[in-house]
């Protein structure tokens, strides 16, 4: 009998109800590179580190993920004052802490039930914060308004994507929903697709152009996906995770050309709206190029954008903050959508107050202003900097060749990797940049995730490393990488 099986002892015991067999088949293909083997792997080295066993190195760098605190990045002191206040308000007649701060932290606990951040919100999120959302956005966007009831606070960007793609899916067979995503992608989104059995629909940036968007390619991989699925929403993240380009206003109006021409949902993942850094280039959010498009579009492209307090100069991920707006929706649907986040109760209201502050930040005049601008400027050159400083350093390497950084937090270079070592990770079942990676974790103690848990184009090679380290620290770092890819050179050449 199948259903009972011997233990070590001889007693007969019955088989677990749920177990790989029987579990749900969608989620077994969920694969997510960012936390993947290789992090364990990482964790595990950190755990033998502490225990006394020798390595060839001191420390695990982790420069696998955007966490930009873990790295060192200070967070914004007005932020931090402010939900302190809000934590524990009995610091509200304390004097060392600004009256800016003090008087946000009152309009934040106003607005809250019972006047405690421990109470839940509604829904959608609280009023007060859609209201300075939607201010900011007209603000943002020159002028171009901003209905506050199109404005979801969300647990972070993820949670509104996933959301989303929630409303999105359905049909099956060749009706199923394919939506797509340019690759290299942020995991989060073959992901999110697996789970709920949707197709994914692959579309490849150019990166001899500085990993460009191209619309001939687009066409190419929607007509191709017409054959066995039902293509509907076309996903954008600019600027680009795990690629940092920063796309053109007449990319953007391209895009939104196509997506108009071909009747697809446009999804606009804007979450390092402020992480850009290259000599002429600039961030345009699709709702502003959207709107500027004239009536014909914008009245009838229906386009979600999302933003997090995660990234940019705030560098917040643990708050789990965010928001998406959405165009265009159709009412019904709408109320469907406000039905579905209304089972979750409400996103975090600590995340909801910081993205409250992200979005109306010290004034000038007000007491907190100087440093607040000072704070966050240090920051974004920072990056900057070290943007410039990882794409120079790669590019001096035989075998390494690496995009400008124009935004967003990661380099994404293409690297060489020796034929002989293509062959002994195949032979092990091992992607070869999965094994380069993980030579170099157990070489140098350096975590990076190799690229094909991003996805790119047959027979490349890449690895995503973020720039969020102090420039001290990336600099021994990306010194160790360079000898290291020498090393792993002429050992397989």
């Known amino acids: 009998d199948a259903s009972r099986k011997m233990t070590e002892n001889g007693v007969s015991s019955r088989a677990k109800v749920l177990t790989i067999d029987t579990m749900n088949p969608t989620v077994k293909k969920v694969e997510y590179a960012v936390r993947g083997p290789i992090v364990q792997r990482a964790m595990e080295l950190e755990k033998e580190l502490s225990e006394g066993m020798k390595k060839p190195f001191a420390e695990v760098i982790k420069a696998n993920i955007?966490?930009?605190?873990?790295?060192?990045q200070q967070p914004i002191t007005f932020f931090r004052q402010v939900l302190a206040l809000c934590s524990y308000p009995e610091l509200l007649n304390d004097s060392t802490f600004p009256e800016d701060a003090k008087s946000r932290a009152r309009r934040i606990l106003q607005s809250c039930g019972g006047n405690s951040m421990?109470?839940?919100s509604a829904s959608q999120g609280i009023d007060s914060v859609r209201h300075d959302v939607a201010r900011y956005i007209k603000r943002r966007d020159d002028g171009v308004p901003c209905d506050p009831d199109n404005i979801y606070l969300t647990t972070g960007a993820s949670d509104g994507i996933v959301t989303m793609l929630k409303l999105l899916v359905c049909g099956e067979g060749a009706t199923r929903t394919g939506i797509m995503i340019s690759i290299p992608q942020y995991p989060l989104y073959s992901a999110a697709l697996a789970e709920l059995g949707a197709v994914q629909i692959n579309y490849y940036l150019n990166e001899q152009k500085c990993w460009s968007l191209d619309i001939s390619e687009l066409q190419r991989s929607l007509d191709e996906a017409r054959q066995h699925c039902n293509p509907r929403a076309l996903c954008i993240i600019n600027p680009g995770n795990p690629t940092g380009q920063v796309q053109s206003r007449q990319c953007i109006e391209d895009v939104i050309r196509f997506a108009a021409k071909e009747r697809l949902f446009l999804m606009a993942d804007e979450v390092y709206q402020d992480n850009v850094y290259a000599e002429g280039c600039q961030f345009h959010?699709?709702?502003?190029?959207?709107?500027?498009?004239g009536p014909e579009y914008s009245n009838t492209v229906e386009l979600v954008s999302f933003h997090s307090?995660?990234?940019?100069?705030?560098?917040e991920c643990g708050f789990r903050g965010g928001y998406m707006e959405i165009i265009n929706l159709d009412s019904e649907v709408k109320a469907q959508l406000t039905k579905l986040v209304s089972?979750?109760?409400c996103p975090p209201v600590p995340g909801q107050a910081l993205m409250d502050l992200v979005v109306n930040p010290p004034q000038p005049g007000e007491p907190s202003h100087e440093k607040f601008i000072k704070e966050r400027t240090t920051t974004l050159c920072a990056l900057a900097e070290k943007a410039k400083l990882t794409e120079q350093v790669l590019n001096t390497v035989q075998g390494i060749s690496c995009n400008p950084v124009q935004g967003a937090m990661y380099s994404f270079p293409c690297i060489t990797i020796p034929e002989k070592a293509i062959k002994e990770a195949t032979d092990n079942g091992q992607k070869p940049?999965?094994?380069y990676c993980m030579k170099l974790l157990e070489e140098t103690g350096i975590c990076l995730v190799p690229g094909s848990g991003f996805g790119q184009r047959d027979g490349t090679y890449h690895f995503r490393m973020t720039i969020l380290p102090p420039k001290d620290k990336l600099k021994i770092l990306l010194t160790k990488v360079k000898e290291f890819h020498q090393k792993?050179?002429?050992?397989?050449?």
């Open 488 to 493: 792993f050179t002429q050992q397989y050449s």
């Open 285 to 293: 959010s699709f709702k502003k190029v959207l709107f500027e498009m």
């Open 118 to 120: 421990g109470s839940y």
């Open 433 to 435: 940049d999965m094994f």
């Open 66 to 72: 955007g966490d930009a605190h873990a790295m060192g």
């Open 309 to 315: 307090t995660s990234k940019c100069y705030m560098g």
């Open 343 to 345: 089972v979750r109760l």
